[in-house]
């Protein structure tokens, strides 16, 4: 009889081998609380959130502080963590080296931070008084730690839902690729489909939202602005542009201009009544368009036969700093005709991260406009034609001209106040940059170009005036902010420190670049020759390139406390 081959039963053990070994790949569980503080992660969090608290350029108020530290931590903590699991590759610490890595930090973290708060506090009123700043109310150090601890969480919180959204997406493709695969389509699929909704959702509509704002604002008319009767100011009845096509900074320009009665109190002379003419957007279709409706303004109110023709490049909305064209007047007794127009609805900011080209075009239109007209005017009799732009409108002014020495001789004098890093001249002629000269305030041998960190160095200049003159104050973000400081240390912290440059602030990477981010905020809030605030001092500039015959530095100083009063 033949025997019946029985399989024997199978233990338990066996049963979770064979079941182990038969399941297909699946990405285990993942929860967003559950997963603990990686102790590296940690770490470095507590060093970039201690370092957060140091100087830069400007004062920060306490719930900005408290936002740049804890998004500063979150980079911290994202970088220690990327940094642990590199080291886990290699090298697998067991539970007692992390309990007493844990230990370390929990004893050492709590002290640093409250010796950061209490150096950042100090600090910052430093920082104030250097600048001449009132001080301010006590620090708020329990509201600052609230804010930062919040944002901390809330970065923390996002990232991880970010994490178990790519763990989700990795158990899907895990039943059909193994699980290395699995990850990696995982995390692509949610990195994708996050930028998407970055850019697509957040970007797109806060620049839509930004643009109808400023629209919106562009189409208001500031508190005392009322049409002007003269017909040298564009918007009046007798205009070649509209009132409403100016814009609100427009009209503001263009109905600022100093009374002829206080314009004679400070020549000592009879004054003439000023030119202004502005074009804004709704003014002409295009900036070729916009230039020609100007030139024809300027044929209209016969600016050509002043004694200055200034062209001026605002910034993004179209603002033009009352006290540079008003500097001119006061200079010229009225002798003078302005000219601008506008390119953006939106701040510099906005426009210089989105669009820089329309900066470009409408200063190349219009300078090279009123240039051609003036360059056809005998050498001997035309007016001197200046130039001038401020932020942005630095920027727009040299990519007209593209060099030094096309500057040089493409007019009697350009004053740019508070250029950027992108501006191509500024930072070739800071390269080349004699030996020994500080970036903040650089000599530049060989052409009429002159660098001011400070408006009254300007004052003690000699020889013939400057035909190209940069006011970069030593302390304003918009010249100093590069993307090379999240990784390589800048000149104007080595060496010699700018005059209102705090000798406590230091480079650090990544951290020195949010702070100096976070200084563009508030760099029009500094008083007048820190930060971007320059103000009165186009009075300096204006002397250096083009005083009137007579001009003295007491002229100068008193129209200066005049435009300051």
Known sequence: MRRLMVAAPLIPAQRRVIDAVTAPSVVPRRRVVRCGLSVTGFGLCAVFYCLTYTPSLLPRPWFLQGVVAGLTATFGYAGGTALGAVVRLRWSPSRRVERIAWRVLLILVPPLILLSLWLGARWQRELRLRLGM??????????????SLLTFGVLLLLARCLRLAAYGCARLFGRLVPESAAYCAGFVVVTVLGYSAFDGLLVSNLYTSA????????????????????????????SLVTWDSLGRQGRNFVTKAPAVPSLSDFAGRTAV??????AGLSSA???????????REMDRTHAWDRSVIAVFTPTGTGWVDNDVPSSLEYMYAGDTALVSMQYSYLPSWISFAVDRSTVVEAASALIAAVRTRWALMPHDTRPKL????????TYGTEKTFGTAAAMVEGADGILLEGPTFANPVHRELTAG????SPVWDPSYPGLPVEFSSQSHDLRDLTGPPRKVVYMQNSSDPVVWWSPSLLWHKPDWLKGTRGPDVTPDMHWYPVITFWQTTVDLLFANKAPVGHGHVYKSGAVDGWAA???PPGWTVADTVRLRALLDG
């Open 433 to 436: 940059r004699a030996p020994g």
């Open 545 to 547: 390139l083009a005083p």
């Open 386 to 393: 200046l130039i001038f732009g401020e932020s942005l409108g």
């Open 273 to 278: 009544d000023p030119v202004r003419i502005y």
């Open 211 to 238: 643009d109808r704002s400023a629209a919106i604002t562009d189409s208001g008319t500031g508190s005392g602005v009322v049409q002007p009767a003269s017909p040298l100011r564009s918007g009046s009845a007798q």
């Open 285 to 295: 279709d295009t900036p070729a368009e916009r230039a020609a409706l100007v030139v």
């Open 134 to 147: 009132a001080p301010q109310q006590e620090y708020d150090l329990v509201r600052t730690v609230g804010i």
